[in-house]
């Protein structure tokens, strides 16, 4: 008896919106790149770091072209999320 009372007032609450398949994976997806995006720009930075401390300047320039890859890396990321969440 008080099963179906309990059944009835929860048929009479609003009910959450489920996402389809495809937006659940959209939305997992965002979420892995813009991990993926912050932990490019940390190690761009931690490569920065490291060239302005390094003595030696073969390694000051291996350090400054691996921030600009992983900085050009992370904006290419930027800009497939940003096309990804406006679709």
């Known amino acids: ?7 009835i ?6 009910q ?3 996402f389809d398949p495809t937006t659940i994976q959209r939305i997992r997806e965002g ?3 813009t991990k993926l ?10 490569c920065e770091f490291f060239a302005g ?9 291996a350090f ?7 900085r050009e890396g992370a904006r290419s990321l930027q800009q497939y999320y940003e096309a990804m969440t406006l679709e």
């Not at 007032?9 to 609003?14: A, C, D, I, M, Q």
């Open 1 to 7: 008896m008080l099963l179906k009372l309990f059944r």
């Open 9 to 14: 007032l929860n048929e009479k609450k609003p």
């Open 16 to 18: 959450l919106r489920e």
């Open 31 to 33: 979420a892995y790149l």
């Open 37 to 46: 995006i912050a932990e490019t720009q940390v190690a761009a930075r931690k």
């Open 53 to 61: 401390n390094a003595v030696d300047a073969e390694v000051r320039t």
């Open 64 to 70: 400054e072209e691996e921030a600009k890859l992983l």
